[in-house]
């Protein structure tokens, strides 16, 4: 594996290539990043990855710096999966000077959910998304193909409507939810959590579970079962921001349980927040 520090080092690595397959990464990874890579594999004549913790898409409160950097492990993971070449730029180099021209999503799904949480994120998200697609994608002469985890499904959202919007010539690939054995799903964050609350975080995703069986089985009175799912977690001890369905195509409030429908959840177990969703 080639490790490019600099846009000149990436395009050097990347010259002899005609159709990357691309995977950004915040770092300290985990089965579900290095399932995206080998998920690549097939779609490029190189897979690329990029390790860069974007400190655009924190707010002032939250862990950018506490944000785990796990470099010489990540390597070696990505090295064992397959990737070809690692792209981790500098805050200075992907961010010369102070990065005032931002991408700003369409506030209709960015200022949803995620959104409505943590306002400003999916700027910072699309941002430096863009940013990234500059880099890697910009000597390529053929397909180019980027891969994303389902798990931030709204994420997913966004970055495909920013490439269908500015008509950039990439296909972006959405990537299954790994998960632990016991159906968490896999996270970064889940290395702040405690033994005690590991073993409580799948409570996440049997709450979504419970949901999406309760619509799958007929239920038609979504804000009661929303209500119902959000109490269940607080008498855990949890703090949900929220726990709904929602439309899969837009993620708005459905107007029946008979359209494709999506449950998300986010919520905060001690100081970890936490999110996941199951398609119904």
Known sequence: MRIAHTLEELRAHLSAHQHPAFVPTMGNLHAGHLALVRQAKPFGDVTVASIFVNRLQFLPHEDFDSYPRTWERDCTLLADAGCDVLFAPSEKVLYPEPQTFKIQPTPALADLLEGQFRPGFFVGVATVVMKLFTCVFSEAKGKRTAFFGQKDYQQLMVIRRMVQQFALPIDVVGGPTQRDADGLALSSRNGYLSPAERAEAVQLSKTLQTLAAALRAGASDIPALEA????????????????????????????????????????????????DNLEV
Do not use: C, F
Not at 233 to 260: C, F, I, K, Q, T
């Open 228 to 275: 119902q799912a959000m109490d269940s977690l607080r008498a855990r001890g949890w703090a949900p921001d929220y726990l709904v369905a929602r439309r899969r195509s837009d993620l708005l409030p459905p107007e029946s349980a008979d359209e494709p429908l999506v449950v998300l959840g986010a919520a905060r177990l001690g100081s970890t927040r936490l999110i």
